[in-house]
């Protein structure tokens, strides 16, 4: 089967089948090409490839067999038209700004973004003379009010860290359409199982595969999803000159993370849903962050935007620092980590990690209180998971 007929398969199917292209030896599970170079019939055909004349392996800086099968399964996965893998999620948010901006650019970015990507915007592209601006995720209007004639693109990831605040995806591609800007979406959070922003507008999808992709906490790895013009033209060269590369051994990785993403993105909702209904019920919880909640904001534009609501809940304890801390300090199973998307529940109090190098007053303008908690909900029994936090509740 040629890769192009995975389009008319369902996502799960495409997850399993899609991307392998099987070799003489019969393989049935896709082999690791673990080659830095590949070979040329002569010296005619080294020159044809290099000059892009005809197609084919040069070296895995830029294409290799495994990272391949990757790209296409996760392009057909996001309704995109290619993918490039990259070295980790940052690496893939830097190549889009490397190939995107040049000095004199402006880019407007929400203000809960990755740590990183803010540190990205503001510490480096500024070297370069691209500002940034940040705006209030969910402030349709504050986006508009914030683009200017030098705008580039609009960056943000829905739904959001910690808070799970969700933006309207279609609005925002309309706005920057309008205004002749591109509209990139961090879709770590909710992976294709859940939302599509490319069906939504969004003109680039980036990322961070070592989330729920891998879904193990095994590798760090990420992604650009784009339009074949789009890729060519900004990314692509910038990946071949850039060389921020996947490995073939972390792509075979990301490849069966893939094969079980759609069910185990199911299983993470079902429970982080039913932990948030049950955070509710607990006196000492001051309030609960969940989309799939009727008390959240967001509710309705989560319901119309996502095909369930997510595996992250964050919720807030009436007795403020002290009582995270103690929360997080009495478990004995759930994992104290920053990182999320793993079949293993991970806990995290966000205002003294994650987000402790914003200062007080940024901190309070994001909405990261002292009491705030945030759970990755894994896929451990659900009543061991809340037989741990009742500990310290
Ligand atoms: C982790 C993360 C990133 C960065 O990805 P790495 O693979 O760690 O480089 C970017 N965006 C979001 C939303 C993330 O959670």
Request: aromatic share 8%; with cysteine; net charge negative.
């Amino acid at each position: 089967m040629t890769d192009t007929d995975w389009n008319d398969y369902s996502l799960e199917t495409q997850a399993i089948r899609a991307g392998h292209r099987r070799t003489h030896e019969d393989e049935h599970s896709i082999p690791i090409f673990a080659t830095s170079s590949y070979v040329f019939k002569s010296a005619e055909e080294a020159s044809l490839r290099f000059t892009g004349k005809i197609a084919g392996n040069i070296y895995s800086r830029f294409t290799n067999p495994t990272v391949d099968a990757f790209q296409q399964r996760l392009a057909l996965m996001e309704k995109g038209e290619r993918c490039l893998a990259f070295a980790s999620g940052m690496a893939a948010i830097m190549a889009v700004g490397m190939g995107l901006l040049k000095a004199g650019d402006h880019v407007v970015c929400s203000r809960g973004v990755f740590g990183n990507t803010v540190i990205l915007f503001t510490n480096y592209f500024s070297k370069f003379g691209v500002e940034t601006d940040f705006v209030d995720l969910i402030d349709t209007a504050a986006w508009e009010a914030a683009i200017k004639p030098n705008t580039r693109f609009l960056f943000l990831e829905t739904p959001s860290n910690p808070l799970v605040e969700i933006a309207d995806i279609q609005a925002l591609a309309d706005i920057a359409h309008a205004h002749e800007c591109l509209l990139i979406v961090d879709n770590c959070f909710c992976t294709p199982a859940l939302q599509k922003p490319l069906e939504l507008g969004a003109d680039i999808v980036v990322h961070s595969a070592t989330k729920y992709i891998d879904g193990q906490g095994r590798c760090v790895g990420g992604a650009v999803v784009a339009s074949e013009e789009i890729i060519e033209k900004f990314i692509y060269p910038y990946l071949r000159t850039g060389g921020a590369t996947m490995s073939p051994f972390n792509a075979w990785v990301f490849l069966s993370g893939l094969e079980t993403l759609a069910i185990r993105m199911k299983a993470h909702c079902d429970s982080a849903f039913e932990l948030a209904q049950w955070l509710e019920q607990q006196p000492s919880v001051a309030k609960v962050h969940y989309a799939g909640l009727p008390s959240h904001a967001q509710h309705e534009l989560a319901k119309r935007q996502q095909s369930h609501f997510g595996g992250i809940v964050s919720f807030e304890l009436t007795g403020g620092k002290d009582a995270a801390w103690r929360l997080i300090d009495a478990t004995r199973m759930i994992s104290i980590t920053a990182n999320l998307g793993d079949v293993k529940t991970t806990i995290t109090h966000p205002a003294t990690t994650t987000h402790g190098r914003l200062t007080p007053e940024l901190r309070a303008k994001a909405g990261i209180k002292d009491g705030l908690v945030r759970i990755s909900v894994g896929l451990e029994n659900l009543d061991d998971i809340k037989n741990d936090l009742l500990r310290g509740l």
